[in-house]
């Protein structure tokens, strides 16, 4: 049976190019058949990746069936994953966020998690000399992966063995960093053809803190001023949202690539509070700007509190 490769839903770029990366090498290098596959349509910087780099856009399903072969990088957390996950056969899980609990497997499996800012550099290490074997496409989109991970290298998440791994890929495809991650930043800030709940919904992630159920919804642009015009309908939406997803309380940060700060909405007391609380910041009116705060996994989700 063919191995299916998967990330999370929502797929963001890592989680939308680590599938590709894994599913060629288990296909040209390990001779297992695989196919990648998407939880979503992959945002706008994604797309970008698959246009730049010729690649295909991977088969989007909603569910696996009981015992299908399945890979899971990008996320270890069942609420991210297929309603039926614990019923498929999962082979490996390949991540880099920490450990959630919940997944379920037939037998001992392979499990690698290390603190690295992005999946695909650790595919890259897993691959071994085996990696050099990688066509240009395959090496652009893990350079993608891990310029948007990182914010080309701006994220706290950074380490000095994602930026070797990304700056040798480059220097292979023969690319300037700063001029690609230019061009990958302003596809991901284009964000004029989405309503208010597909922003919301684009990058976020649900996270339980103190029995309030959260939807962390981050928002990376270089243009934040393009979605805080929209401040007043965001608001409105992020209430039938948060009720529509069986969630308390939506909370939207708007990440400033580059001048590395966010601008949390507050809508009401309660996300008021959460930002005072979690971030000691002083609120007032409907939002509030946090310097350098860049990362969800590593700024901002280790801080909530209620």
Known sequence: MTIQVLGHKSPDTDSTGSPIVWAWYLNE????????VLLGEPNTEAAFMLGRWDLPKPRIIEDVAADAPVVIVDTNNPAELPASI????????????????????????????RPLACTATILIDLMGDDAAKM??????????????????????????????????LAAELSLDVSAYAADMFAAKSDVSSFSDAELIRM??????????????????????????????SLAESMVSVASEDGVDQVLLFVVDILNEEAT??????????????????????????????????KQIIPNLKV
């Open 86 to 113: 614990n019923s498929a056969d999962i082979r490996a899980i390949i991540d880099h966020h920490k450990l959630v609990g919940g997944l379920e497997t037939k037998g001992p499996i392979d499990i690698t998690v």
């Open 264 to 297: 949390l909405l507050v809508p009401n007391d309660v996300v008021k509070g959460v930002a005072e609380k979690s971030f000691g910041a002083s609120v007032d009116g409907d939002a509030v700007v946090l310097p350098g705060i860049m990362s969800r996994k």
């Open 29 to 36: 290098v390990k001779g297992e058949q695989a196919e990648p």
């Open 203 to 232: 990058d976020s992630k649900e996270y339980e803190v103190d029995g309030t159920k959260f939807r962390v919804s981050v928002l990376e642009t270089t243009a934040p001023g393009v979605v805080l015009d929209r401040k007043a």
């Open 135 to 168: 066509p240009k496409a395959i090496k652009g989109a893990a350079l993608t992966c891990i310029l948007s991970d990182t914010l080309e290298f701006r994220s706290p998440t950074t380490t000095d063995h994602d930026r070797k791994v990304a700056e040798k």
